[in-house]
């Protein structure tokens, strides 16, 4: 049973920086590609940034390049998000999500996930 753990939200002040975790447990993870999502408020699901199961091909989503960075740990089955210059836009409930080629954002299992809240 796939289970995913995020962690690391919070709370914080725009230009500030945090660091999202997941754990990931149940499937061969070093076997997929892992991919973050975010839903702000009153917002659709979207897709923020992945990274191959080698870690060896990352993608970001426009509007975080250059601020957020996607890496994991596969002989400890987690997956990270360094987020830096935040901006009030990027509030949102973030996700880790095991991603197979055949899912879409909406198939994509997920987990609980963990709020950001950027403001002052």
């Known amino acids: 049973q796939v289970q995913l753990v995020e962690s690391g939200g919070g709370l914080v002040q725009p230009g500030g920086s945090l660091n999202l975790s997941c754990a990931a447990s149940?499937?061969?993870?070093?076997?997929?590609?892992m991919t973050w999502l975010r839903q702000a408020p009153g917002q659709v699901l979207e897709w923020v940034s992945d990274?191959?199961?080698?870690?060896?091909?990352?993608f970001y989503e426009d509007s975080v390049k250059g601020r957020f960075t996607i890496s994991r740990d596969n002989a400890k089955n987690m997956l990270y998000l360094q987020m830096n210059s935040l901006k009030p836009e990027d509030t949102a409930v973030y996700y880790c999500?095991?991603?197979?080629?055949?899912?879409?954002?909406?198939?994509?299992?997920r987990g609980q996930g963990t709020q950001v809240t950027v403001s002052s």
């Open positions: 999500a095991r991603t197979r080629d055949t899912d879409s954002i909406a198939t994509m299992a």
């Open positions: 990274i191959s199961s080698s870690g060896t091909l990352i």
């Open positions: 149940g499937f061969d993870f070093s076997d997929f590609r």
